[in-house]
């Protein structure tokens, strides 16, 4: 008996991490590499539009195809291979960046760039060149992808590198899994001597001055980051609490090869004495604009009045703040929240950052969460990143704001790519064709269109990002 058509697959509701949005598709949960290629072989025959997604961490419509096929990428996740001596790894596109750092860790090796959850797979980071607060310094996780296998809608079975077919590698990172099936990642970790990082917190009232203090101490830090009030106007436009933080050295810690266990790297099941399972509804008594500046004004205060002297912190309480409260999207029910992060050069920066700012704040539409971060350039052909920053703002959606908030957002990226800025799209959910051609210029999108042409003849690769953004040219 022949296989039941793809489009007769299982059908069930996607939706993208912010909540906002969410598309009815079928869905195939491949578990080998033969599995894949039979995928991909029998969509292109069928006519069926696939898109990748593994566990669902885009804020937007990036790992979305309704009406389509979904490739559920989760069952691959295994690890193929470790070499403890030298800190490489090779996995399957499933694996977990959690999973990841907990196989390494007690070897003295850590992913060299994680994201802000360590719930995203292997697949999802190299398919969006994930970033992490140590951009500045070490790139994103293209800089450290060795190897990686790719099996193409056209039937092609290839071992890419930077040595090896390298515009189609440096396609592939950060391509938005437009260009095939990852099924192989060779990646390089990071030494590390303890399970702890030295940690300074700081405050600075202003946006420029933030600006500043990170400049300052780009040289002498391995981790900058800061939360940024977008609430307050006036002359406290821009305040934040930065955090930066410095590996340890070898000996430095004493407890230092104690604390590479994982199991030392556990988050608190508590937050200032409030268990985590009940932080999301006290969240979202606080979750309309008073209640926010309420919350940031307590925040910025407590960074006022707080010690400057670095402490201690484990890498995983350090890095993956969204996973100290399970369900934290739960406070921005039943609209859900979508993030809008440009990246502005660092020239543009002050003038760019303030005027999104003052614009939001005078459509009444701010953000309740603000994080700022610095970069340096990237080497793949669609960089979101470049030499300057980013401020990452959550937006609640709710029915009587949504078209106000889509309209503002388009007067900001307006701004930005006035400016040379671009955008990141496992944030996106609100750009517009002519922002992304701006963002890249059409030479690198007329390069990317050619790859996509050779690797998809038939244009079986899509995602709802894709086609809302106009990169999908098979459609045209």
């Known amino acids: 008996m022949p296989p039941r058509p793809l489009a007769q697959s299982p059908r069930k509701v996607f939706d993208g991490f912010g909540f906002c949005q969410r598309s009815v598709s079928a869905f195939v949960q491949p578990r080998s590499v033969e599995d894949v290629a039979a995928v991909l072989s029998r969509a292109s025959e069928e006519g069926v539009r696939l898109g990748m997604r593994g566990s669902g ?9 309704g009406g389509g096929l979904i490739l559920d990428m989760r069952h691959m996740g295994r ?19 959690r999973e990841l ?36 310094r070490m790139g994103g996780i293209s800089d450290h992808v060795l190897e990686l296998d790719l099996i193409t809608p056209g039937g092609e079975h290839v071992t890419l590198s930077p040595t090896r077919d390298p515009e189609l590698f440096f396609a592939v990172l950060g391509g938005f899994g437009m260009l095939g099936v990852v099924t192989r990642i060779k990646l390089q970790l990071k030494r590390v001597y303890s399970g702890r990082l030295k940690v300074q917190q700081f405050h600075t009232p202003t946006l420029q001055s933030q600006l500043e203090r990170f400049e300052q101490h780009t040289q002498d830090s391995d981790y900058l980051v800061s939360w940024v009030d977008c609430i307050t106007s006036g002359a406290g436009l821009g305040r934040a609490q930065i955090h930066r933080a410095t590996y340890l050295h070898e000996g430095e810690d004493p407890d230092g090869v104690a604390m590479l266990s994982p199991a030392k790297q556990d988050l608190p099941g508590h937050i200032m004495g409030v268990p985590k399972s009940i932080v999301p ?62 990246f502005v050069p660092k020239e543009a920066a002050l003038p760019v950052l303030t005027e999104i700012l003052r614009r939001s704040q005078r459509a009444g539409i701010v953000s309740y969460l603000g994080v700022l971060k610095r970069y340096r350039p990237d080497r793949v052909l669609l960089p979101h990143a470049l030499d300057g920053y980013s401020l990452a703002m959550d937006f609640p959606v709710t029915a009587a704001n949504k078209a106000d908030l889509w309209r503002l957002c388009g007067e900001l990226s307006d701004v930005v790519t006035e400016a040379g800025g671009r955008f990141y799209p496992a944030k996106d959910s609100v750009l517009r064709p002519q922002d992304v051609q701006r963002a890249w210029g059409q030479d690198r999108l007329s390069r990317f ?6 690797a998809d003849p038939r244009g079986v690769l899509r995602t709802e990002w894709a086609e809302r953004v106009g990169l999908d040219v098979f459609d045209r």
Not at 57 to 65: E, H, I, K, Q
Not at 449 to 454: D, F, P, Q, T, V
């Open 57 to 65: 961490r885009s804020y937007g419509d990036a790992a979305l195809n």
């Open 79 to 97: 690890v193929l291979s470790w070499d403890a001596e030298r800190g490489v790894i090779e996995a399957e596109p499933g694996l977990t960046i």
């Open 101 to 136: 750092w907990t196989r390494t860790l007690a070897d003295g090796w850590w992913p060299p760039v994680v994201s802000g959850t360590a719930w995203p797979t292997l697949g999802g980071c190299v398919a969006m060149n994930i970033h992490g607060k140590n951009h500045f």
């Open 281 to 342: 509804k006290l969240l979202k008594l606080f979750s309309f604009n008073l209640g926010m500046q309420a919350v940031n004004l307590v925040k910025y205060a407590a960074s006022v009045v707080g010690s400057t002297k670095p402490y201690l912190q484990g890498h995983a309480a350090f890095h993956f703040l969204l996973d100290y409260v399970p369900e934290f999207r739960q406070s921005y029910a039943p609209g859900g929240f979508i993030q809008y992060q440009p």
């Open 449 to 454: 269109a050619a790859l996509r042409r050779r």
